[in-house]
């Protein structure tokens, strides 16, 4: 079957913010029902939602139940919103995932979150925070750079800023601001060959064009005044992470092609 008219032109509507802690029922159904059409074991993923809300699993889950009525009505009916809190869909999804190991499963469900607008995805078995086109596009191809060139360590923290992003029920943001400004520290201090310097003190020598030494010089102040030096009452909220995160790894991969 091909794609629907609104996915081939692209006219689906666009809100005004990506949800975070919804699971709309609309997306329950449809993740039902691309899970059955993809002959995903019912028996598996029972027992992954039953995990999942932490459950004794009702008699329409047991296995024989499943393998006897072989139909998804069980599933559907627990993940719907008077069975199944929302965090709890994606608990279900991260374990199922994780459990089958399919990367074209995780493509399918990540485009049911594109569609339904969630501002999550799934990679590798993991749930993590999802951004815009810009966010994603510019923190992938980072992640790309630092792998290809075997720079495991920047990677890392800058895998472990997104996850501090995706900490729920309240991101932290100063974890993720610390973590994206370290995988830059990272990459700067193996560009440099000075492994005992700080992103401060190496900045002027790694030849960024004029305004982009002064920008880093700026973005380094701001991790370290925001994010490294606690200051009583001063917080920083997700959208100010966010958006340090996606200027690191523009940095990123910038001093990578640099290189």
Not at 94 to 103: F, K, N, P
Not at 194 to 202: F, H, S, V
């Amino acid at each position: 079957m091909t794609e629907p008219f609104s996915k081939r032109f692209g006219v689906l509507p666009k809100p005004p913010q990506l949800l975070r802690t919804e699971a709309p029922l609309k997306m329950r159904s449809a993740l039902v029902r691309m899970l059955s059409e993809n002959n995903v074991d019912i028996c598996v993923a029972a027992e992954a939602l039953c995990k999942a809300e932490r459950k004794i699993p009702p008699s329409y889950l047991t296995t024989s139940y499943l393998r006897k009525r072989g139909d998804w009505d069980g599933v559907e009916i627990q993940l719907s919103k008077s069975q199944a809190e929302w965090y709890e869909v994606f608990d279900f999804i991260e374990i199922l995932c994780t459990q089958l190991g399919s990367h074209e499963l995780e493509q399918k469900i990540n485009e049911l979150f594109v569609e339904f607008h969630i501002g999550w995805k799934v990679l590798d078995g993991r749930i993590e925070t999802r951004g815009d086109e810009l966010f994603e596009s510019t923190v992938q191809s980072a992640r790309g750079n630092l792998e290809s060139a075997g720079r495991l360590t920047a990677k890392a923290e800058l895998e472990e800023a997104l996850a501090s992003l995706s900490h729920r029920p309240i991101p932290d943001s100063r974890g993720a601001i610390s973590r994206s400004i370290g995988a830059l520290e990272a990459l700067a201090k193996d560009i440099t060959k000075e492994p005992n310097a700080t992103l401060g003190q190496i900045i002027k020598r790694l030849d960024l064009p004029q305004p982009l030494e002064v920008a880093a010089t700026k973005l380094w102040g701001y991790a370290s005044d925001q994010a490294r030096h606690v200051t009583e009452g001063v917080t920083p909220n997700r959208a100010e992470a966010a958006f340090v995160i996606q200027v690191c790894a523009a940095f990123i991969s910038y001093l990578s092609k640099s290189d």
